[in-house]
């Protein structure tokens, strides 16, 4: 049982390149989530999906899209990178029960030159 | 590398110690709450949980408290380990929202 999968787990980009993030869990799991981890701030969230199909918009959504297609992938995309989107992204999941736990992933460190 | 513990509280303890971190939260909506550890290098990994109907929960050498009035939670380690060197995050949910906020982490340095 692998969890949740983040891919890549590094990458770097030049400022205005695209790229997308792929999650995906195992579990599932209903809901998932995009975090974006920058130091001194914790997590914060990028966007989330509570189903194959849906997405929202979650703290920091700008310069980021998603998409889930399939139940058991979140994919989070970059269109023209930033440098101030340089961070370290996390994606979680959780069943859809009242008072479950978000499972993580091991995250992706991209950093845009 | 690295850097998520830059500017995070820390908290030093010798081995065999007991450990407490704290954590506030602001919103009184909060039904449900949970404790994260993040060890250098990985994802956030699920602790310990609690319900707001609740105010002490136990798991194995940890246990948290839950005190509503002042909205406050603590984890405490029992017999603090090498292994338990991390940072540690706490996270709230407002009832009926599907998101979590989470708190900016404390740094826990355990040693030898």
């Known amino acids: 049982n692998a969890g949740v999968t983040q891919t890549p787990k590094f990458r770097v980009l030049k400022t205005g390149q695209s790229m997308t993030l792929l999650c995906a869990q195992d579990?599932?799991?209903?809901?998932m989530y995009w975090y974006r981890q920058d130091p001194g701030m914790g997590l914060r969230l990028i966007h989330y999906?509570?189903?194959?199909?849906?997405?929202a918009k979650g703290e920091v959504p700008d310069g980021y899209n998603v998409s889930r297609l399939k139940k058991q992938n979140f994919l989070l995309g970059l269109e023209s990178a930033a440098p101030s989107q340089t961070s370290v992204y996390f994606c979680a999941s959780r069943p859809d029960s009242l008072h479950q736990p978000q499972h993580f992933g091991d995250g992706t460190r991209l950093s845009i030159l | 590398g690295e850097s998520v513990g830059l500017h995070l509280p820390t908290l030093s303890v010798q081995e065999g110690d007991n450990s407490i971190i704290n954590c506030a939260y602001s919103?009184?909506?909060?039904?449900?709450f949970i404790w994260y550890k993040q060890e250098s290098g990985k994802g956030p990994q699920f602790i310990i949980d609690?319900?707001?109907?609740?105010d002490k929960r136990q798991g194995q050498r940890v246990t948290v408290l839950l005190n509503k009035t002042v909205k406050h939670l603590s984890l405490q380690i029992a017999a603090t380990q090498p292994g338990d060197s991390a940072v540690y995050f706490c996270?709230?949910?407002?009832?009926?929202?599907?998101?979590?906020?989470f708190g900016k982490g404390t740094m826990l340095l355990v040693s030898p």
């Open positions: 999906s509570v189903g194959e199909g849906t997405t």
């Open positions: 919103n009184s909506a909060s039904d449900y």
């Open positions: 579990m599932n799991h209903e809901y």
């Open positions: 609690i319900r707001s109907n609740m």
């Open positions: 996270a709230d949910r407002a009832a009926g929202y599907s998101t979590l906020t």
